[in-house]
Structure formats: C-alpha cells, structure tokens
C-alpha cells in the first residue's frame, strides 16, 4: 500500500512564493517588491540585497549549495550555469556564504553559444540574464544536489532578447494596455491589470528505458524513424481512459509530488488514445508562470521517468500509424479583480462586452491566421497536424452552436435577441441523475475552439514551448483591441458605435468560423474557397515572420525589432534543417549497419535451408518466395538510402537558410518515406530474432 500524501503540506514547499517572502521579508521590503512588480517603482539595489539574503538563507535551509539563473535560450528547452553560494576563503581558511542583490537580478552566460540568427557572432560573447520578478524562485532537487532556480529573461550585450520570456512578458504588456482600454469604455475604472491565462496540457508517451536505449532513432530524434505496426494498435480504443497500469501509476505519483513541491498544480492524469500515451494537465496561471511550469514538468518527467526504468517521449510523433502528443494551449483574459473576460454569462447575446471582445478576437485570429499557424510550428508538429489525430493546419474557430447562433441573428439582423439555452440532459433511469447539459457541444477537430469561457488552441507540439503561440496569441489580440479602442474613443455615441462595430467585425470576420469536421476534404475545399492559408510545414511557415505585416506588427507593439523578428525566422529555417539532417543520418545509420546486415544474415540462413531441402530431392518454394521477397526490398532500400546520402550532399552545399530548410522538406523527408518503406516490410517479414532493434509491439505494450 503506497504511503500517503498531505498535497495541502507540500505544495509549493520548494518555491519563494509570496506567503515566503511575506513572513521572511521586512514588511517595507515586501511593499517595494510588489511595487516593483506593478511597474510603480524600481526594484532598488538596498531591497534586492535583502531579498537576495533571505532568498540564500531559505535555500541553504533547504540544502543548496548552488545558485542558477534559469532560462529560456532559443534551443526549445531550458538552461542552467551553477554557483556556488562560497565566496573567496577567509583568511582562517573558512569561508562565507554569500548571495547579493545584484548576483540575484543579473548574471553573464555566454550569448554567443545559443542560438541567436546571427545577432551574436562567436566573438561577440557578452550576454545578460535578468530576474523575472514575477515568477517565483525555487528549489530544485538534482543529482549534484538541491540547486536556487531564479527566472530571468536571456538578452544580448546589444539588448535584442534572445530568450522565450522576454516578447512574452513584452506581449502581455501590451496585451494589457490595450484591453484595459477597452474596460475603461464600459465604465469599468476598478480593474487595473489584464493577464492572459494559461493552462497547457501536456500529452507524453513512456517506454522501457532499456528498449529506449536500444533505438539510435529513439535516442539521436525523439521518434522511431523505422517501425512496422503491430497486429494491435489504438483500434479498440481501449487504452484511453483505461485503467492505469502499476509501473505508470507510480511513476505517475511520484511525477506529481515533484511537481507539487514546485508549485505546479498538476491536476488530471489518464491515459492517452494511444498505448502508452498519457497526459497531465495543470490548473490555469499566468501565460509566463504557465510557460515555466510547462517547461519544469517535461523536465520533471523526463527526470521521474529515468528513476523508474522508463523513457519519456515527448515528440510530437514517436509512433507512425497511432496518435501522436499535443499541448493544447487553453487561452483566456482575467483582470486582477477576478473577471473572466471570455465568460459569456447565460444570455451572451446581451453581454456587449464579451461580444465586442469575441469579435475582436475573431478579427485577430483571422488577419493573423498564418502568424498563428506559425507559432505552433516544429519540426515534430509536421508529422502530426493534420493526421486525423490533431487539428488541420487550417486555422479556423470553433464557436458552438449557442455562439454561432448569435453571432448569426448579429450578422443578418443587426441585433441578437436570444441565446440557446443549455439543458438537462436525461438518464432514464432513477439510478442516475439527470444532468445539466451545456447549451453547445465540443469539437476536437477544430484548431482553436471556444470552450466555455476559453479558447483552446490545439495546434501547438507536445515538445515546445507555449511561449511562441501565446505571444503571437496576446499581439494579433492586443492589436485587434487597440483598432477597436481606437475607433469607439472618438465615437459620439458609444451604445450605437459599439453595436455597429460588433456587427462589422463579424460580418467581415465570419469565413474564420467553422464548426463542422475539420478533417474532412470538403474542410479543405471550402477553406480555399473562403481563402483561409492552408501552411503544412514548418519550413514554409517561418516565412510568415519575415513578412511586412508581421514586421509591422510586432514592431508596432515593442514584441520583436525587425531584427529580432528576422533572426527568429533564421534561427527556425536552422533548426528545420539540422534535425531533418540528423534524422536522415540516423536512418542512413540504422540501415547500413543494423537493417541490411540483419537481412542479409536472415537471407543466408532462408539460402542454407533452401539448399536443405533441394538436397533433399523437394522443391524449396517456399524459401525461393520468401527470399525473392525480402531481396526486392533490400534493393529498394540500398537504392533509397544511396539517393539519401546523395540528396543529403547537396543540402549541405545549400547557403540560404530558407531555401535549404524548404530542400529538407521538399527532398530529403521524401527520401526518408522511400527509405522507410521497405525497411517496415521486412521487418513484417524477417525473423523477430535477426531484427535488430524493438518492435513498436516491444514499445508500446511491454511497459
């Protein structure tokens, strides 16, 4: 029987949170702190020593010997540099332990080793790190012992951001600004600030660590690159919501009692459509406390994972032929009274506001329907969107019935004077009760659907961060309500203004709203009728960031310089190319010296039992099939993989970084699908034992 676990007791026990630094922290230091976080003052160097003191002292206690500014480099995961809290030895030999304020809001890694799109040379090295005062330290436990995580922002010696949470907090800044304007023209003179929330669902697959370790594919990409299906797969669809199987279970329970410690309010666990896929889900926070959270808990669960014999696969597609992992980005806007401003009430169509916010953000999603498309872009995400598993690279919104049916009486006539109702929905039986049932369905399909009181982007990779789609998210919106505030500022006659408004925004808007079967050819079809963008990878998407209009947009509004911006794109046609290239050698790997040796040994074994039964005075028909079979295949797959390493030679001579990134997809993966598909044939046919790696049946049934 598991111990038991007191979640009240060590929630958030390993964070400096607020009721920390409020029982630690002299109350004036305390005060100026929240101030400093407010944009009222500056955080003075007198008061970052003190909470620097405290916040040394608290970890010491904890057993932390080390200290890390913890960061978001362009790489897709996290970054680290440890010191020590020593400081020079005393005379006596002794020394001190030490944490200033100014080793607390700044450090100096070394800028030119990350990513920058050329806004760093390897010469140019200097770069800053600067405390994020708005998301809480914390202790984390490690193998070189409990290490002081600080959040901080990652920035060039020049000032361009070079980090995830730097146009982040740029882009709820303006996000705020612009909605409190639009607050202020419905009287409302007591909120003062608006945040975007964000509650990311985080879907992962676990196998045995050992058969992990057995898969160079697995090991060098994240996915299987080789791989015939099993006679099972996800077709019963047993396995979602299933019973959690022990080894999961407690691999599960320690996941969750780390996350706690953190801070992080994992909340939901069950398993996945396909075997061995899972899920977590969070409770809402902050858009940048999300963003960290989410980047803790994948690796958090990579760490978990380890200890329990397993591997953690967060790709987007590890399998071919079963569903591949999401994060589904749910997105809403609170002010810091508490108001949900996506909450549409039980009669929306007399809630003004919501409908002059709803419109606004229909508008922005549609103008902006590329850049969108864009921020959910990875290498991994071309395997899965649009797989009838995940959303359509289609951008469109799912209202709902009661929504669409409002936003259809505004269209038509210029007024809503209903709402559908929701119901109760009946079990026919006393054993049940009947149940309140909402007044419009769910739509999976659908790349960013409104659910409830939310917007639910679906698009985004279960490997990368929700940073990218939520700045694009907060920008196109933070745009769309300063046209809208714009415009009624001026207006005579407020009430009048602001129902023709909503009436326009959705009359021009209304090709963005589709809530029928988004996998479907007819959604294709009609999608290009409605001339909504239709980007299926991510080499032709980054050219969305290097368009005028992105340009503008992002310039206009402090998120991204234009340099900035163009260096993200450079950065992205990079990153498109090396893993597509790594893949590739991996394949050219794994078929040279594992698939075709394996063959071609089984091959001589059919040979020597043909020979047998020649001997024999019988004909060895069935050998001669099998060996004419497996020989076919072996051709095609040397003539696949000379052409790979013949297509892969010629990439490497490609200069342009947008035409390479488009060579990849265009020749290379197609390469990769040519060498693949013998190779899955023979596994279907040679004998489990000369195969040389584990099955996808080894993978994803044996945990």
Not at 101 to 108: A, D, P, R, T
Not at 194 to 206: C, D, I, K, R
Not at 548 to 558: N, S, T, Y
Request: with cysteine; aromatic share 8%; glycine share 6%.
């Amino acid at each position: 029987m598991s111990e038991k676990t007191d979640v009240s007791a060590i929630f958030g026990e390993n964070v400096f949170n607020d009721s920390v630094m409020r029982a630690r922290l002299p109350k004036n230091t305390y005060k100026n702190f929240h101030a400093a976080i407010d944009g009222i003052r500056e955080l003075t160097m007198e008061d970052a020593d003190v909470i620097a003191h405290e916040m040394k002292e608290w970890a010491i206690e904890k057993g932390a010997t080390h200290y890390t500014h913890w960061f978001q480099p362009l790489t897709g995961s996290t970054a680290e540099k440890h010191d020590a809290f020593i400081s020079a030895p005393l005379p006596s030999g002794k020394v001190l332990q030490q944490f200033s304020g100014k080793e607390l809001i700044e450090s100096e890694p070394d800028a030119s080793s990350f990513p920058s799109g050329g806004l760093r040379a390897t010469f140019e090295a200097r770069g800053y790190t600067a405390w994020d005062l708005t998301s809480p330290a914390f202790v984390r436990d490690s193998a070189t012992g409990p290490i002081l995580c600080i959040p901080t922002a990652f920035c060039s010696y020049t000032g361009e951001a070079l980090d995830q949470k730097t146009p982040l907090l740029r882009s709820m800044e303006a996000l705020d600004k612009q909605a409190l304007r639009i607050l202020r023209l419905f009287g409302n003179d007591h909120s003062r600030k608006v945040t975007p929330s964000v509650g990311a669902e985080q879907e992962y697959f676990l196998v045995d660590r050992e058969k992990y370790l057995q898969r160079k594919d697995l090991v060098y990409t994240g996915r299987t690159l080789f791989g015939a299906m099993p006679p099972k797969g996800q077709e019963l669809d047993d396995h979602y919501f299933g019973v959690i199987r022990e080894r999961i279970g407690s691999f599960m329970k320690d996941l969750n009692e780390e996350l706690w410690k953190l801070g992080v309010s994992a909340k939901t666990q069950h398993n996945e459509v396909a075997p061995a896929q899972h899920e977590l889900a969070p409770i809402y926070a902050e858009v940048n406390i999300a963003t960290d959270n989410n980047q803790l808990t994948m690796e958090v669960m990579k760490k978990v994972a380890y200890r329990h014999g397993l591997a953690c696969l967060l790709h987007e597609k590890p399998f071919a032929g079963v569903n591949g992992s999401g994060k589904h980005n749910n997105w809403s806007l609170t002010t810091d009274d508490g108001i949900n401003l996506l909450d549409p009430g039980k009669t929306p169509h007399e809630n003004i506001q919501f409908l002059l916010i709803l419109a606004g953000i229909l508008k922005a999603v549609d103008v902006h329907a590329d850049l969108l498309r864009e921020s959910a872009s990875c290498v991994g995400n071309d395997q899965r969107l649009g797989a009838n598993e995940a959303p359509p690279a289609i951008i469109s919104v799912f209202l709902g019935d009661q929504l669409e049916d409002v936003v259809r009486q505004l269209i038509d006539t210029g007024s809503a004077t209903s709402s559908l109702p929701s119901g109760t929905l009946r079990t026919s039986t006393s054993a049940l009760p009947n149940i309140r049932k909402d007044a419009t369905d769910r739509n999976r399909t659908s790349p960013f659907a409104f659910t409830g009181n939310k917007f639910e982007f679906r698009m985004v990779g279960s490997s990368d961060s929700i940073a990218p789609p939520n700045v694009v998210l907060n920008t196109i919106v933070a745009e769309s309500f300063c046209e809208i505030a714009d415009e009624l500022e001026k207006a005579s006659d407020f009430d009048l203004a602001c129902h023709d408004l909503i009436k326009k925004l959705l009359t021009e808007h209304q090709r963005i709203i589709f809530n029928g079967n988004g996998y479907t050819k007819e959604w294709e079809e009609e999608a290009k009728r409605r001339g909504l963008p239709n980007i299926n990878c991510m080499a032709y998407a980054v050219d969305m960031l290097r368009s005028d209009k992105a340009i503008d947009l992002f310039g206009r509004f402090g998120v991204f310089s234009k340099t900035e911006l163009l260096s993200r794109a450079d950065i992205k046609y990079e990153a498109y190319s090396k893993q597509t290239a790594i893949e590739a050698k991996t394949m050219i790997n794994m078929s040279g010296k594992q698939i075709i040796p394996a063959v071609m040994s089984y091959e001589g074994d059919v040979a020597a039992s043909a020979a047998a039964v020649k001997e024999l005075g019988e004909e060895p028909s069935v050998q001669t099939e099998i060996l004419k079979e497996t020989n076919s295949d072996l051709k095609a797959m040397q003539a696949a993989r000379t052409a790979l390493i013949q297509d892969l030679k010629k990439a490497e001579e490609i200069t342009d970084d947008s035409v390479k990134a488009k060579y990849y997809h265009d020749t290379i993966t197609v390469d990769m699908a040519a060498l693949r598909a013998p190779a899955d044939r023979l596994e279907m046919v040679v004998d489990k034992e000369y195969w040389p790696f584990p099955s996808y049946g080894d993978l994803l049934f044996e945990v």
